[in-house]
């Protein structure tokens, strides 16, 4: 990959990592509900997780998600299941000292696998190797744009889970905490419509 190319890598990073999505709403939700201190975990794995997709797809993957229909939907269709149902718990949740049961933050490992089922980011991962690597460099362009989603993912990711905690703030009923769930998990099935239809 040229460095002429760069500024459109990153215009890309800041498009898909700042705008709202299955990762940004869970990482909203949880720092509305958890503090930001206890999603830094969720939010390392996403910011971490999702560059090191990009690597292994740049490297190896992105032929053949490319080529093959069978596992390109059976990914898509997964992994939009998986976020509805993320999408449920999300609104079922009672929040800052809940006595809901096993209600904690995402977990590191748990973040970071949740990038090979996420739909956007399969969508994006594909795009991305598809412009931005080239078969006659194949480790430096990959590393290239797996850096450039790292650095801005890590803002992208604690900005989300900070403004999900100052919004905190105002949600000091439970009644305002439960709209707020609500309206992030509709959040996360309006990114999945939205991802179903292309």
């Known amino acids: 990959m040229s460095y002429e190319m760069l500024p459109a890598l990153l215009a890309l990073a800041v498009a ?3 705008t709202p999505g299955p990762n940004n709403a869970m990482l909203a939700a949880s720092g509305a509900n ?4 206890p999603t830094i975990p969720h939010l390392l794995g996403v910011a971490l997780g999702f560059p090191l997709m990009l690597l292994i797809v740049g490297l190896a993957l992105g032929e053949l998600f490319r080529t093959s229909v069978l596992l390109r939907e059976g990914l898509r269709w ?3 299941a998986l976020l509805v149902w993320i999408a449920w718990k999300v609104a079922m949740s009672g929040g800052t000292g809940s006595k809901s ?4 933050p995402m977990t590191f490992l748990k973040a970071v696998g949740f990038q090979w089922i996420n739909p956007k980011g399969w969508s994006i991962a594909v795009a991305a190797t598809s412009q931005f690597i080239r078969p006659e460099e194949p480790m430096a362009a990959a590393t290239l744009v797996a850096g450039a989603f790292l650095t ?8 989300w889970a900070y403004a999900g905690r ?3 703030r ?4 439970a009644r305002r905490l439960r709209v707020f769930n609500i309206i992030m998990a509709l959040l996360i099935v309006a990114s999945v419509v939205e991802l179903l239809r292309h």
């Open 16 to 18: 898909t990592l700042f």
């Open 34 to 37: 958890f503090g930001f201190r």
């Open 78 to 80: 997964g992994g939009a």
């Open 101 to 104: 049961e096993g209600a904690h």
């Open 152 to 159: 801005l993912g890590l803002l992208s990711s604690a900005t």
């Open 166 to 168: 100052a919004i905190a």
């Open 170 to 173: 105002w949600l000091t009923t």
